[in-house]
Protein backbone atom coordinates (compact mmCIF):
# COMPACT_ATOMS: atom_id res chain seq x y z
CA UNK A 1 0.00 0.00 0.00
CA UNK A 2 1.30 3.24 -0.39
CA UNK A 3 1.89 5.85 1.84
CA UNK A 4 -0.38 8.40 2.68
CA UNK A 5 1.07 11.11 4.28
CA UNK A 6 -1.29 14.19 4.41
CA UNK A 7 -4.22 14.67 6.68
CA UNK A 8 -7.44 13.52 5.35
CA UNK A 9 -9.76 16.35 4.40
CA UNK A 10 -13.21 15.38 5.33
CA UNK A 11 -14.56 18.80 4.52
CA UNK A 12 -14.56 18.00 0.99
CA UNK A 13 -16.74 14.89 1.64
CA UNK A 14 -19.61 17.61 2.69
CA UNK A 15 -20.39 18.04 -1.21
CA UNK A 16 -18.42 15.04 -2.30
CA UNK A 17 -20.26 15.35 -5.64
CA UNK A 18 -19.17 18.81 -6.43
CA UNK A 19 -15.83 18.05 -5.81
CA UNK A 20 -15.70 15.15 -7.64
CA UNK A 21 -17.63 16.92 -10.63
CA UNK A 22 -15.02 19.64 -10.89
CA UNK A 23 -11.98 17.12 -10.00
CA UNK A 24 -11.36 13.96 -11.20
CA UNK A 25 -14.44 13.90 -12.88
CA UNK A 26 -14.45 16.95 -14.70
CA UNK A 27 -14.19 15.65 -17.85
CA UNK A 28 -17.64 14.02 -17.37
CA UNK A 29 -19.19 17.15 -16.04
CA UNK A 30 -21.93 18.91 -17.54
CA UNK A 31 -22.97 22.45 -16.77
CA UNK A 32 -21.14 25.21 -15.37
CA UNK A 33 -19.43 27.17 -12.33
CA UNK A 34 -22.25 26.48 -10.07
CA UNK A 35 -23.57 23.91 -10.78
CA UNK A 36 -23.03 20.56 -12.51
CA UNK A 37 -24.26 17.19 -12.97
CA UNK A 38 -23.12 13.90 -14.94
CA UNK A 39 -24.32 12.58 -17.98
CA UNK A 40 -27.78 11.03 -17.87
CA UNK A 41 -26.30 7.25 -18.97
CA UNK A 42 -23.07 7.57 -16.34
CA UNK A 43 -25.00 9.10 -13.37
CA UNK A 44 -27.82 10.75 -11.42
CA UNK A 45 -25.46 12.34 -9.17
CA UNK A 46 -25.63 16.13 -9.47
CA UNK A 47 -24.25 19.17 -6.62
CA UNK A 48 -24.15 23.27 -6.62
CA UNK A 49 -21.11 24.75 -5.39
CA UNK A 50 -22.69 26.58 -2.78
CA UNK A 51 -26.45 26.57 -2.23
CA UNK A 52 -25.66 30.26 -0.44
CA UNK A 53 -25.00 31.78 -3.82
CA UNK A 54 -28.16 33.92 -4.75
CA UNK A 55 -27.23 32.94 -8.46
CA UNK A 56 -27.59 28.78 -7.99
CA UNK A 57 -31.45 28.59 -8.31
CA UNK A 58 -31.00 30.08 -12.10
CA UNK A 59 -28.02 27.91 -12.43
CA UNK A 60 -29.65 24.95 -11.72
CA UNK A 61 -32.90 25.45 -14.19
CA UNK A 62 -29.90 26.48 -16.77
CA UNK A 63 -28.61 23.03 -16.64
CA UNK A 64 -31.80 20.85 -16.05
CA UNK A 65 -34.71 22.56 -17.23
CA UNK A 66 -37.83 23.45 -15.78
CA UNK A 67 -39.94 20.73 -14.13
CA UNK A 68 -36.90 18.70 -13.38
CA UNK A 69 -35.34 17.05 -10.51
CA UNK A 70 -31.77 17.77 -8.84
CA UNK A 71 -30.23 16.95 -5.66
CA UNK A 72 -32.06 19.12 -2.72
CA UNK A 73 -30.60 21.53 -0.58
CA UNK A 74 -30.30 20.92 3.38
CA UNK A 75 -33.48 21.45 4.86
CA UNK A 76 -32.45 24.11 6.28
CA UNK A 77 -32.65 26.29 3.05
CA UNK A 78 -35.75 27.97 2.07
CA UNK A 79 -37.02 27.33 -1.55
CA UNK A 80 -37.50 29.70 -3.93
CA UNK A 81 -41.24 29.95 -4.75
CA UNK A 82 -42.44 27.43 -7.38
CA UNK A 83 -39.50 25.28 -6.23
CA UNK A 84 -40.75 21.69 -4.50
CA UNK A 85 -38.47 19.67 -2.15
CA UNK A 86 -39.17 16.00 -2.55
CA UNK A 87 -39.23 12.91 0.21
CA UNK A 88 -35.50 12.49 1.35
CA UNK A 89 -34.04 9.28 1.21
CA UNK A 90 -31.56 8.27 4.93
CA UNK A 91 -27.87 6.97 4.14
CA UNK A 92 -25.14 7.06 5.94
CA UNK A 93 -21.08 8.25 4.52
CA UNK A 94 -18.85 6.05 6.12
CA UNK A 95 -15.17 6.11 5.70
CA UNK A 96 -11.85 4.65 6.39
CA UNK A 97 -10.13 3.90 9.47
CA UNK A 98 -6.21 3.00 10.03
CA UNK A 99 -7.61 -0.71 10.36
CA UNK A 100 -8.69 -0.84 6.77
CA UNK A 101 -6.27 -2.72 5.26
CA UNK A 102 -6.97 -3.18 1.33
CA UNK A 103 -5.19 -6.64 -0.56
CA UNK A 104 -5.40 -7.45 -4.51
CA UNK A 105 -7.71 -10.62 -5.27
CA UNK A 106 -6.08 -12.81 -7.96
CA UNK A 107 -9.27 -13.40 -9.28
CA UNK A 108 -10.76 -10.26 -9.86
CA UNK A 109 -11.13 -9.26 -13.28
CA UNK A 110 -10.92 -5.91 -14.69
CA UNK A 111 -14.70 -5.09 -15.94
CA UNK A 112 -15.33 -2.36 -19.07
CA UNK A 113 -17.33 -2.15 -22.13
CA UNK A 114 -17.59 -5.18 -22.89
CA UNK A 115 -19.26 -6.58 -19.46
CA UNK A 116 -21.64 -3.86 -19.19
CA UNK A 117 -24.76 -6.05 -20.44
CA UNK A 118 -23.63 -8.85 -17.72
CA UNK A 119 -22.79 -5.34 -14.79
CA UNK A 120 -26.44 -4.42 -15.71
CA UNK A 121 -28.22 -7.72 -15.18
CA UNK A 122 -26.32 -8.12 -11.67
CA UNK A 123 -27.15 -4.61 -10.45
CA UNK A 124 -30.77 -5.02 -11.58
CA UNK A 125 -30.56 -8.57 -9.26
CA UNK A 126 -29.03 -7.27 -6.19
CA UNK A 127 -29.99 -3.59 -6.10
CA UNK A 128 -26.93 -2.15 -4.74
CA UNK A 129 -27.84 1.34 -6.19
CA UNK A 130 -28.29 3.29 -9.32
CA UNK A 131 -25.72 1.88 -12.07
CA UNK A 132 -26.35 3.02 -15.72
CA UNK A 133 -24.75 1.85 -19.17
CA UNK A 134 -21.48 3.88 -18.70
CA UNK A 135 -21.56 4.12 -14.92
CA UNK A 136 -18.28 1.83 -15.60
CA UNK A 137 -16.39 5.35 -16.90
CA UNK A 138 -16.25 7.00 -13.32
CA UNK A 139 -13.55 4.33 -11.66
CA UNK A 140 -11.97 0.91 -11.58
CA UNK A 141 -14.63 -1.73 -11.75
CA UNK A 142 -13.57 -5.38 -11.18
CA UNK A 143 -15.83 -8.57 -10.80
CA UNK A 144 -15.14 -12.43 -10.07
CA UNK A 145 -16.67 -15.23 -12.42
CA UNK A 146 -17.93 -18.22 -11.30
CA UNK A 147 -19.30 -21.08 -14.14
CA UNK A 148 -19.49 -18.28 -16.82
CA UNK A 149 -21.42 -15.53 -15.15
CA UNK A 150 -20.22 -12.67 -12.97
CA UNK A 151 -21.29 -13.37 -9.63
CA UNK A 152 -19.77 -10.41 -7.99
CA UNK A 153 -18.52 -6.98 -8.75
CA UNK A 154 -17.62 -3.85 -6.72
CA UNK A 155 -15.78 -0.22 -8.22
CA UNK A 156 -15.10 3.17 -7.82
CA UNK A 157 -18.14 6.04 -8.41
CA UNK A 158 -17.47 9.25 -6.90
CA UNK A 159 -13.94 10.15 -6.67
CA UNK A 160 -13.89 14.09 -4.26
CA UNK A 161 -10.11 15.13 -3.97
CA UNK A 162 -8.04 12.78 -1.79
CA UNK A 163 -10.92 10.17 -1.44
CA UNK A 164 -12.89 7.56 -3.88
CA UNK A 165 -16.31 6.18 -3.34
CA UNK A 166 -16.80 2.26 -3.43
CA UNK A 167 -20.01 1.38 -4.71
CA UNK A 168 -21.67 -0.98 -6.85
CA UNK A 169 -21.00 -4.33 -4.23
CA UNK A 170 -23.22 -6.53 -5.63
CA UNK A 171 -23.43 -10.51 -5.36
CA UNK A 172 -25.27 -12.72 -7.06
CA UNK A 173 -27.61 -15.15 -5.01
CA UNK A 174 -26.39 -17.89 -6.32
CA UNK A 175 -22.97 -17.21 -5.26
CA UNK A 176 -23.97 -15.56 -1.83
CA UNK A 177 -21.98 -16.37 1.53
CA UNK A 178 -18.76 -17.14 0.05
CA UNK A 179 -17.16 -13.56 0.63
CA UNK A 180 -16.69 -12.79 -2.82
CA UNK A 181 -18.05 -8.96 -2.54
CA UNK A 182 -15.73 -8.30 1.17
CA UNK A 183 -12.54 -9.77 -1.63
CA UNK A 184 -13.88 -7.36 -4.06
CA UNK A 185 -14.00 -4.45 -1.56
CA UNK A 186 -10.73 -4.77 -0.15
CA UNK A 187 -9.04 -6.05 -3.78
CA UNK A 188 -11.08 -1.90 -4.84
CA UNK A 189 -9.42 -0.34 -1.50
CA UNK A 190 -6.03 -1.83 -2.59
CA UNK A 191 -6.02 0.29 -5.56
CA UNK A 192 -7.09 3.20 -3.83
CA UNK A 193 -4.46 2.91 -1.22
CA UNK A 194 -2.07 2.66 -4.31
CA UNK A 195 -3.26 6.03 -5.78
CA UNK A 196 -2.96 7.78 -2.41
CA UNK A 197 -6.07 8.04 -1.66
CA UNK A 198 -8.87 7.33 0.86
CA UNK A 199 -11.76 4.78 0.65
CA UNK A 200 -15.69 6.34 1.43
CA UNK A 201 -18.98 4.71 0.89
CA UNK A 202 -22.30 5.73 1.24
CA UNK A 203 -25.02 3.16 2.05
CA UNK A 204 -28.65 3.33 2.91
CA UNK A 205 -29.44 4.07 6.40
CA UNK A 206 -31.55 0.97 6.87
CA UNK A 207 -29.37 -1.52 5.33
CA UNK A 208 -27.36 -2.47 8.37
CA UNK A 209 -25.97 -5.36 8.01
CA UNK A 210 -24.16 -3.83 4.86
CA UNK A 211 -23.05 -1.34 7.43
CA UNK A 212 -22.08 -3.77 9.69
CA UNK A 213 -19.91 -5.74 7.68
CA UNK A 214 -17.95 -2.96 6.27
CA UNK A 215 -17.25 -1.95 10.06
CA UNK A 216 -16.24 -5.22 10.47
CA UNK A 217 -13.74 -4.43 7.53
CA UNK A 218 -12.75 -1.04 8.96
CA UNK A 219 -14.80 1.95 7.61
CA UNK A 220 -16.45 4.37 10.85
CA UNK A 221 -19.49 6.35 10.25
CA UNK A 222 -18.79 9.97 9.80
CA UNK A 223 -22.20 11.55 9.07
CA UNK A 224 -26.00 10.53 8.58
CA UNK A 225 -27.28 11.86 5.45
CA UNK A 226 -30.63 12.89 4.02
CA UNK A 227 -30.41 12.12 0.28
CA UNK A 228 -33.38 14.79 -0.70
CA UNK A 229 -34.45 16.19 -4.04
CA UNK A 230 -36.05 19.54 -5.26
CA UNK A 231 -37.90 19.67 -8.34
CA UNK A 232 -37.61 23.14 -10.25
CA UNK A 233 -40.55 25.30 -10.87
CA UNK A 234 -42.53 24.54 -13.70
CA UNK A 235 -42.54 27.51 -15.75
CA UNK A 236 -40.24 30.68 -15.74
Partial sequence: MSVIDTAPDYAVLDNPAWSALTGAHAHLAEGNDL??????????????????DPGVWDAVIELVGYDAEF????????????????????????????????R????????????????????????????????????????????????????ERLQPAGWT??????????YRGQGLATRLVLDVVHHIH?????????????NTHAIGLYEHLGFTLRQRVAFGSVRTPVSG
Fill in 104 to 155: PDEEAVLLGTADVPEMLDLVARAQPGPFLPRTHLLGRYVGIRRDGRLAAMAG
Fill in 194 to 206: ERGARAMMHAAAS
Fill in 165 to 174: EISAVATDER
Fill in 71 to 102: PGPPASVALPPGWVRGEPFQGVQLVETERLHG
Fill in 35 to 52: ARRYPADVSPFAAVRSWD
